[in-house]
């Protein structure tokens, strides 16, 4: 997810457009920024003015419990301003107000390919399926947020009839490779990706909603592995457990 930060309504045209397609949610209100962030991937704050001691103070401690988050920090391209992004230490990316049309939407999609669904989604708008209808549930799968935990929560979140997927699924894929075990891959690797992001599997099983123990065992039978073992393997981009399952899965 990327999650945006502004509350300076004239500017969020220039950003919605700039992120149109991408898996964006736009809050103004802190506390309900806060709570977002342990589920953000790339966090964008538009702040023009950077003369905000208490502001500066804020970001540090929204951003210590999440190092696994990138930040871009979007602003006015002032003197003033420059003069004050020493003491913006916590953000990944400085970008002027200006370039935001031409900037903002080639560099976030670089920071979303490091994460395995976004990449994924990628992948699957060129990979000339037969079903478009089965290839957008899979991308739109991969983007939801919050990941439902059963394959009805999640036809239901995207709007789709679980009876027609189950109909499309064993004409494109392996017997045994049913939606649920994509639904299995996808909270595995949602998983990996905050725990990084977040520090430790309780705090993962507080935003996936899904306890530790579940969770293990997706892992073993998804994988073979032990959680611990799967995020070390996936950490620096070392396996791609989605998509490992995509080339094991598909009827040939």
């Known amino acids: 997810m990327i999650l945006v930060f502004s ?13 149109s397609g991408l898996p964006a949610t736009f809050e103004s209100d802190h506390e309900q920024f806060s709570e977002l962030i342990a589920l953000a991937r790339v966090v964008i704050l538009i702040i023009p003015r950077l003369d905000d001691d208490a502001e500066i103070a804020w970001l540090r401690r929204l951003a210590a419990p999440h190092p696994g988050n990138t930040w871009i920090l979007v602003t006015l391209a002032e003197l003033e301003n420059v003069a004050h992004l ?30 395995p669904c976004s990449r994924f989604a990628e992948l699957l708008q060129g ?22 935990s059963t394959v009805k929560g999640l036809c239901r979140a995207l709007g789709v009839k679980e009876d027609r997927i ?17 639904l ?23 935003l996936l909603r899904i306890r530790t123990a ?39």
């Open 7 to 19: 509350r300076d309504s004239t500017l969020l045209d220039s950003i919605t457009a700039a992120l």
């Open 86 to 115: 020493i003491d913006w230490r916590g953000v990944s990316e400085v970008m002027w107000i200006e370039q935001v049309s031409r900037n903002l939407r080639p560099i976030v999609k670089n920071l979303l390919s490091a994460d």
């Open 127 to 148: 990979v000339g399926m037969p079903s478009d209808e089965l290839v957008e549930f899979l991308r739109r799968a991969c983007l939801a947020w919050p990941l439902p």
């Open 166 to 182: 189950r109909y499309l699924w064993p004409r494109f894929f392996l017997t045994g490779h049913g939606p649920k075990e994509f």
């Open 184 to 206: 299995d891959i996808l909270v595995l690797v949602r998983s990996l990706g905050l725990k990084d992001a977040n520090g430790s599997w309780a705090n993962v099983a507080k």
């Open 214 to 252: 579940t969770r293990s065992d997706i892992c073993r039978r998804t994988t073979g592995l032990r959680l611990t073992e799967a995020h070390e393997q996936a950490r620096g981009g070392g396996r791609d457990f989605l998509q490992e399952w995509w080339l094991s899965s598909r009827v040939s």
